[in-house]
């Protein structure tokens, strides 16, 4: 009799388990099916298939940095001026594939955009948290691989920002203009999640989709990696355009006033927000963003 008591008390802490363990095992197949389906980035056929549909005269090239194979696109001629796009988090070129068509940026720019690294096709959820190792990583677009046309202009877009910014302090030489879009730029100003350290548990890690793998690394780490910007901000004397939605809920709307007090030497800086707009500006606020990339080049042409 007291058996059978015993299994009555425990029978509900069973099923609550196998019910744990269901949905458990539910949750990490949906895991990898989004995984599959879901990955924010279109291989070299689907782009091309978009370059000839919008008759852009576009490539797509690879190659090898700091032990990293990094896939970018450029469409252009030459000789004319330069403009490099880096995509936030999560994100890829194919992000702005669409972009290259744009006819006022077409007539202006040589237009180069890449899969930063562990997004895209350069090492898809294998991330690089370090802002400065990106940054270095990306270069040799602009000095080496290319010879790319001043004025530079590089336009980033939220965590892209941050390495377009590292870009600008550590070669001066490579960036005539800054154009930063939902930018994170002061440490810890920015939206962190509960899930965000549990998620970067080995235990945890190995189902998680590879997409937010590489936008979760780089988020747990962003904070001291800005920190170690801190320094360096006075080293950017370039026009700064800064734009983000006044209902951001991704970057702190207190980045602008970060902006203002670091930004010492950029001899210009124009901060915009841009009402009822969130965090997402390169997808819904591509004119005002154009506008931008147009001053900051006119801007840049006189220095």
Same mark, same amino acid.
């Given at each position: 009799?007291?058996?059978?008591?015993?299994?009555?008390?425990?029978?509900?802490?069973?099923?609550?388990?196998?019910? %744990?363990?269901?949905?458990?095992?539910?949750?990490?197949?949906?895991?990898?099916?989004?995984?599959?389906?879901?990955?924010?980035?279109?291989?070299?056929?689907?782009?091309?298939?978009?370059?000839?549909?919008?008759?852009?005269?576009?490539?797509?090239?690879?190659?090898?940095?700091?032990?990293?194979?990094?896939?970018?696109?450029?469409?252009?001629?030459?000789?004319?001026?330069?403009?490099?796009?880096?995509?936030?988090?999560?994100?890829?070129?194919?992000?702005?594939?669409?972009? %290259?068509?744009?006819?006022?940026?077409?007539?202006?720019?040589?237009?180069?955009?890449?899969?930063?690294?562990?997004?895209?096709?350069?090492?898809?959820?294998?991330?690089?948290?370090?802002?400065?190792?990106?940054?270095?990583?990306?270069?040799?677009?602009?000095?080496?691989?290319?010879?790319?046309?001043?004025?530079?202009?590089?336009?980033?877009?939220?965590?892209?920002?941050?390495?377009?910014?590292?870009?600008?302090?550590?070669?001066?030489?490579?960036?005539?203009?800054?154009?930063?879009?939902?930018?994170?730029?002061?440490?810890?100003?920015?939206?962190?999640?509960?899930?965000?350290?549990?998620?970067?548990?080995?235990?945890?890690?190995?189902?998680?989709?590879?997409?937010?793998?590489?936008?979760?690394?780089?988020?747990?780490?962003?904070?001291?990696?800005?920190?170690?910007?801190?320094?360096?901000?006075?080293?950017?004397?370039?026009?700064?355009?800064?734009?983000?939605?006044?209902?951001?809920?991704?970057?702190?709307?207190?980045?602008?006033?970060?902006?203002?007090?670091?930004?010492?030497?950029?001899?210009?800086?124009?901060?915009? %927000?841009?009402?009822?707009?969130?965090?997402?500006?390169?997808?819904?606020?591509?004119?005002?963003?154009?506008?931008?990339?147009?001053?900051?080049?006119?801007?840049?042409?006189?220095?």
């Amino acid at each position: 009799m007291a058996i059978q008591k015993r299994k009555r008390k425990y029978r509900w802490l069973r099923r609550l388990l196998r019910t %744990f363990v269901v949905l458990a095992g539910l949750f990490i197949i949906a895991c990898f099916v989004f995984d599959h389906y879901v990955q924010f980035r279109k291989s070299d056929a689907e782009l091309k298939q978009i370059f000839v549909e919008k008759k852009i005269d576009a490539k797509i090239n690879y190659y090898t940095s700091h032990g990293r194979t990094l896939r970018y696109s450029s469409a252009g001629n030459d000789s004319l001026p330069t403009l490099l796009m880096l995509h936030g988090s999560p994100g890829s070129i194919s992000y702005y594939s669409g972009r %290259f068509a744009d006819s006022v940026i077409r007539k202006h720019f040589k237009v180069y955009a890449v899969d930063r690294p562990g997004y895209g096709y350069s090492g898809f959820g294998d991330p690089e948290y370090s802002i400065q190792k990106q940054s270095e990583m990306i270069r040799p677009i602009l000095d080496s691989l290319n010879k790319a046309t001043h004025p530079i202009i590089v336009m980033g877009g939220s965590y892209g920002s941050s390495v377009a910014c590292r870009l600008a302090m550590d070669h001066p030489e490579l960036v005539d203009g800054l154009v930063l879009t939902g930018p994170s730029l002061a440490p810890g100003k920015e939206t962190y999640f509960w899930f965000t350290h549990i998620i970067e548990n080995a235990s945890i890690r190995w189902f998680i989709p590879r997409l937010f793998k590489s936008a979760n690394t780089e988020k747990v780490h962003h904070k001291a990696e800005l920190e170690k910007m801190l320094p360096y901000w006075k080293d950017i004397r370039v026009p700064v355009f800064y734009l983000q939605g006044e209902l951001d809920e991704i970057i702190d709307t207190s980045n602008a006033g970060f902006a203002r007090q670091h930004l010492i030497n950029a001899p210009y800086l124009d901060i915009q %927000f841009i009402k009822n707009r969130h965090h997402r500006l390169a997808q819904f606020e591509w004119p005002a963003i154009r506008e931008s990339i147009m001053k900051v080049y006119e801007l840049a042409k006189k220095n």
